[in-house]
């Protein structure tokens, strides 16, 4: 608005004031608000906060208008007749001529001076037919379908449709439970066609293995001949469906999900750090989905990483601290596991100990890392490096969810560049103590068995057991992504915030208090931190970097702090659409 | 002193308490049975002896009818958890049960079960103690017991209790006023504060409330029923209050304060609370029967045909004693069951302005009677024309000082 | 607001004093309790009680046969006519249970089961008594008609674990029940 612009001699008109800016002027339900030029109708009403049901439009995809619900009431100025001013009213707006047929909101954009009704009688009316054709050979299956309680349909039916059936007919029978890919299970009976899945495999996955067969009341989803939904995108296209048509196989009949307490978090299987929802119930993690963070993972995330959460509730989880007694591992309390551990540290010379951290540790924990490292006065700190395959959309080739962390913390630019200089001086004996947080040391870091019993102090943490903390004097049990707070540093040097979903099992620390705990074995200036935010808030002192941030500032979407010059190849293509002007974005 | 009383001082210290605590699960019982009766229902009526614990195939079913019932509960209440808060003052949560149920005991020191034993040369009174100051001990110590209460609220460390602890704190400082003021015609008459020769008197001159024998059908005697009435009225009634006994037991009042002061105990702390409340019941029965209905005596001058001293006339007069504290212990259930609890203003308003001065103006009253003999008709008159004056002063003081209270009770 | 000043009744000198009110109290009340220890209490006939009180001798008399149909005793899921088990584990009671009695894992039905196509059932269906209070919320909420309170009221054990009713015994207690709403008739 531009209230404060200088005065003219004639008054400027509302639509001028609007141009000047490139927005438009629009009455939604009685009220005139400004919006971009270009918004499509739904946006606009938004905007207004005026929701306006809807089943087929999504923000990320291209809007074919083919669910209706979204009709609402338009309407413009009067054309002038030629020769003719148009006439605006006192308040500087034209009069607004009503259309008496309802409109689309997903796909028709807003025009100077247009009218919008999302309510209404001749809306209200058309809802409820819509919605009463979309129910007519619903299954009404609610109480075996995994998607009542987060149902569109269940929603809708409920404020727009007429609460009961005049469909006397019989239904039409559609394949239910049918296995069309790895992850997903489709239900045609209970699909309302509104081609989102369809338009999501094809726009975003581009992998078009899904469309419509059949005509009439008989459309129904399937895939194409020959092909199966096994793209490592596909269960989005569950977590998009409306309702229950595609839902997935892994939280198939696990739980319902009014019982489930969601946590915003974000994913650690690789360096993008998609935003995620953890569902959970009790200490149990039930599924795990995306979270819109449009800098960072649009609405989308992996299959593979999605599905990681049953990794941590498996069996081989550590508990309790153990140590290494007559060639067994005992257990024993944090504090003697603690003891024991500095106490095969603290006697060694500075160049026959070095510290061996992770990519998956977390900026609190590098932190600590670091310092345990400079309090043993050894400059062999490094982290293990972990590379892959991008996938050309969400997956970074970097699997380490902390790397620019590390690097930003440690002061260098590759943080893993020590790695082999410490793997040498185990194998050649010099170093002959080493702490390794979260690293099983014969995968990625490529560690040899006889390496490790040269040792004789090794003291390391892990969340599950494997094969280095078996050769390990102390192991300590660490937590999970899901069971703590965390800050991480994603490839595009984005600080983001993971928060605690889960209890860690067993008698398992968070890692910040086992980390500071040693430090302060090893430091005897180093007071005991009383929290993750203060370890987060001596890191934001210490780093300029990170100077200014603190737990809260983050917020659930995270902020830059780094310039790398990382870009995620899915935001990109998206970025592109939005130009083009298939998507909203 | 010489060994049979010794002997003798140690066996009635452990009978006397025996009776006492058996007497608080028979209140139990009878509470139970009684107040069930009164209320159409059946009461505990099935509790038996498990044998089965001690290896028998089958539990034995005496027909007893439940009397084992307070066994049972007395268990229960051993067994059950003892749990205290955390957040409780331990050392005066824990000592607050004992102070509440030790004075009770303490208090039947001086009570006289029974007249008087010969044993070989000795005379052994029916009392653990035959203390010259009796009343006068039952009032200190059983005062002490408010302590136990007022503690266990203010120990409890939370909200309820202490509300309850403060109630009865105040309650029974105001009813104790009462309750010695009322007894000091009937101190007044005897000239004795032994309680032995008390009920000795009145074995042979008729029971205070009964002058019907011996030297009781005086005048004096007759006239001295009023203030003897109005005494007994005061001195039952604050007896009520200070056992926290229905209509009184605003400090427990369920209502409002959930369990008042012994809302945060469990087990037998909490089981002690209860015996302390059974056994000022107990005690207090007992000394109202010692004062005013002759206590051990059977009464109607028979006392006189016995051959006092000889053991069996002990033991019957130790059972007519006991039945007397019965019927009281039963009249206690049946007002529980008569009057609806009292509001908190209504009973301060009671035991200030009506109990307080009534006993001071029947203390007066009594003492004219008995001064008549000495100071003749002139002195009566005179000192009942100035008894009603003062009296009708009172009075107006009470009404104007009972309108507040009421006022302020109804803020 | 409206204010209404009640006059408390003017009481005489007599009645001042309470005492013959209090007197006469007692005495009905003994006389009550006197009538009723020889049996005659109010309502001993009609309630087939021993006639001491008004009170049933629970386990030699019982009430069962005038239990209404209604009686809400102990949960209980039920089959249909053809045997199948109703619940299909929507865990709507178990949302809805107030004292968090019911746990329920839902599961999978086989494809080469006969029900098949109902897709879901409880693979495991606990009620823990000791919490249950006997409300009919579930019974209420259930939108398969599965879950009954039954006119069941004795339910005993010595062990806590005893007291979780588990899926068998549930069945066990439920039965079957005919003539309900069967959405997973021959049309579906």
Known sequence: MSENAPAVEEKKLPKDLAAENGMVNVQIDGHWIQVPRGTRMIEAAKIAEKEIPHYCYHPKLSSPGNCRMCLVQMGMPPRPAPGEDPKYGEDGYQEIGWMPRPVIACANTVAENMGIRTGGELVEKTREGVMEFLLINHPLDCPICDQAGECKLQEFSVEHGRGESRFKETKIKKPKNVDIGQNIRLDDERCIMCSRCIRFMDEVAEDPVLGFSQRGTHTSVTVHPGHRLDNNYSLNTADICPVGALTSNDFRFQMRVWFLKETKTIDVNCGTGANTVVWTRGNEIFRVTPRQNDDVNSAWIPDSHRLSFHELQNDSRLTAPMILKDGKHVEVSNLEAINKAAEGLGMRQPNEVAVIASGRQSNEELYLAKKIATALGTDLLTIVPRQGESDGKLISADRNPNTTGAGLIFGIDDPTAKLDAIREGVSTGRIKALIVFNENLLDEAGFKQEDLAKLEHLVTTHTHANPTAAAAQVVLPGAGWAEKRATYVNVTGRLQRANQATIAPGGTRDDWETLGALLNKLDKDYQLPSSMDSVFNALAKENETFTGQTFGSIGDLGVVITETGVTIPLLDQEKKRKESGIIVG | MDTTLLIAAAIKIGVFIGITLSFVSICVIFERRFSAIIQDRVGPNRTMVPLSILGFKKDFALPIGGLTQPVADGLKFILKEDFTPAYVRKFFFWLAPALVVVPALLTMAVVPFGSPMQIGESWIPMAVADLNVGPLFVFAIASLSVYGITLAGWASNSKYPFFGGVRSCAQMISYEIALGLSIIPVLMMFGDLNLGHIVEYQAANGWLLLPMWGEGWTLERWLMLLPLGIAFVVFTTSIFAETNRMPFDLPECETELVGGYHTEYSSMKFALFFMGEYAAMVVGSAIIVTLFFGGWSIGFGLDGMLPIGAWWVSLLHIGCFLTKVTVFILFFILVRWTVPRFRYDQLMTLGWVVFFELALINVFLAALILAFPAIGWGGFIGGFIALVIVSFLLIKIAKGASTTTREYGAV | ?188
């Open chain 3, 1 to 188: 607001m409206a204010t209404i000043k009640v006059q408390r009744p003017k009481l005489s000198a007599g009645e001042k004093i309470y005492f013959g009110a209090i007197f006469k109290g007692m005495v009905i009340t003994l006389r009550h309790a006197f009538r009723s220890l020889v049996g005659k209490s109010v309502g001993a006939k009609e309630l087939n009680s021993t006639g001491v009180g008004i009170t049933m001798q629970y386990p030699e008399q019982k009430w069962d046969e005038e239990l209404p149909e209604y009686y809400r005793g102990t949960p209980a899921l039920v089959t249909n006519e053809e045997d199948r088990e109703k619940c299909v584990s929507c865990q709507l009671c178990e949302f809805i249970c107030p004292p968090k009695a019911i746990k329920i894992t839902p599961g999978e039905i086989p494809t080469d089961d006969e029900w098949a196509k109902v897709e879901k059932r409880p693979k495991a269906f606990d009620i823990d008594m000791i919490r249950c209070i006997y409300c009919g919320m579930c019974e209420e909420v259930c939108p398969e008609e599965a879950i009954f309170l039954r006119p069941d009221y004795v339910v005993t054990g010595t062990t806590r674990k005893e007291m979780v009713h588990d899926k068998d015994r549930l069945y066990e207690i439920g039965g079957k029940r005919v003539g309900l709403v069967n959405k997973w008739n021959d049309l579906k």
